[in-house]
Structures are given as C-alpha cells and as structure tokens.
C-alpha cells in the first residue's frame, strides 16, 4: 500500500468527495487535546508546525479544547492565523475529560490518517516519520510505546507515576493483546479502520486508550508499537486521585464485561 504524497495524488476524479466538508483532505490530521495549555502549547506547536511543513505529506493539527480558563483558545487562534503553510485549528469539546476530546477530534477528521499526542510533546514530534513509514508499509495503528524493546526514558516520572503505571500495565496486558504500553500519548490510525472502534467507546477519561485499542483488536487491526524516547514534562493535567482512580476503575470495568464475554 502506498502513502499519497503531495504531488503524487490520484486526480481528483478518482478521490471520493468527503460529505459535508469544506477543508481539503490532508494526508494525516493530528489532534491535541488541550486542557488549560497556554504555556506549555505555543512550543508544541511550534516545534510540530516546523516539522510537520518539511514532510513530502500534507497534514493538518486540530487542538481540542475543553473550556480552559487560561486562554488556551486564544493561543491557538493566534497561532492558526499566523500559521499559512500547515493549518492549525481550535475545535471545542463540551464533554469533559482526555477521551471525550481525543475522540471528538479523531472523529471530525476526514483525513486517511489521524491520530493524537498530547500538548506536553512527551514524545518527539519527529516520530511521526516513522509511523507514516509504517502506514506506508500497511499498518492499521501505530502506538507509542515506553515499554517496547528499544524504548527510553530521557527524563524519568516521578516514582510514585512509575509505580501506578506498572501497576496499571499488569492490568490492561489481558485486555490488550502484546501492547506493552497502552497509555503513551501518542497513536495515530488508518482513519477507515479507526472510525468503528471509536463508535464504540464510551470512556471520557484517561483511559480510554485501553478501550480504543481493545476495540481495535476485536475488529482484527493488528496495533504496532514504536518505541520512543520519552521525555516526562513538569505541569501534568493527570490528577493521580481523580484522574488515576478513575482510570483504574474504568479497567475493572472492561475486565468484568470482557470476562462476561469469555464465559
Ligand atoms: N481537551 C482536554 N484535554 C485534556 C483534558 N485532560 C487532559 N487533557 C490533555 O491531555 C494531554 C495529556 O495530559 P498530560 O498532562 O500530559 O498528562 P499525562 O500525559 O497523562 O501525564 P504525564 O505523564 O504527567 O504527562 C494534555 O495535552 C492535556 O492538556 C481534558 O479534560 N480535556
Ligand atoms: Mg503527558
């Protein structure tokens, strides 16, 4: 399977016109979701806008807003009018949470590939190189991964963060088939095989990766792992008591209902 490239496009009478959209379709969308991000997004757009203009792809980058109260609208506004080569976009989400605003982005995207990282560029942006060279080769899903062989840590989480993620790893590994990280910020999809498995989904919170990629799974998509080198940012937006506790339970959720499944 080959990647359209820009330039390389079937002619227009051969692409299927997307209903009700008005933006040409790019090569790959990237979604951040963006919960008070003022600071830390005008340097991750940056460093995403520079790279993202020197691909042979086109793409396109949708933030994703919960309602911040710290202006996070108004930078990226200012940086999508400023920015004419590769468009930045500010969508709103009025459900709270991580996975209510990733799935709202992934799900207005008609581009062939999308996919999120999140505002903290935890994972260089420059790996997306690699995961379009495994869409090119075929893949359905391309995963961050911390934990997969070749993975490292340039700046290490606090140990308690450590320890709640191998705790939460042993948990999600019989939900996820061989998928040694489920929760790195990181993914893109084949948007045709992406689109049932969001349908699907009903976790708002931080988890609901476990349940995108299981859902993934089931319908038959194979989930490649790319290790990365990742890079733990100061001024998390993941409250280990809110936000850990309900991702904990979200798993024990998915544990019960893929156990009634089994029996
Ligand atoms: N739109 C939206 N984005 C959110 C929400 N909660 C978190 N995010 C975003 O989700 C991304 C991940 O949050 P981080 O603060 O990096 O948390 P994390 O990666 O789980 O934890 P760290 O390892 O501490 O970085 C960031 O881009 C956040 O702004 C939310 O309720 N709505
Ligand atoms: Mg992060």
Known sequence: MLVHLRG???????RRAPARETRPTVDLEVVIPAYNEASRLPNTLHRTVDFLREQSWSSRVVVVDNGS?????????AFGAASDDVPVELVGCARPGKGAAVRRG???????FVGFFDADLATPVETLSTVMEHFAAGAAAVVGSRHAPGARFV???PAARQLGGTVFRAMTRRLVDGVHDTQCGFKFFERAALVPALATCRTTG?????ELLRNLQRAGAEIVEVPVA???ATGSSFSPLRDGVSAFRTVLQLQRVAGRSVS
């Open 69 to 77: 109260s710290d202006g996070t609208a108004d930078v990226v506004r």
């Open 8 to 14: 390389q496009r079937p002619p227009a009478s051969e």
């Open 155 to 157: 700046q290490h989480q």
């Open 106 to 112: 992934l799900l207005r995207s008609r581009s062939r």
């Open 230 to 232: 990742w890079s733990h």
């Open 206 to 210: 931080f988890a609901f990766d476990v």
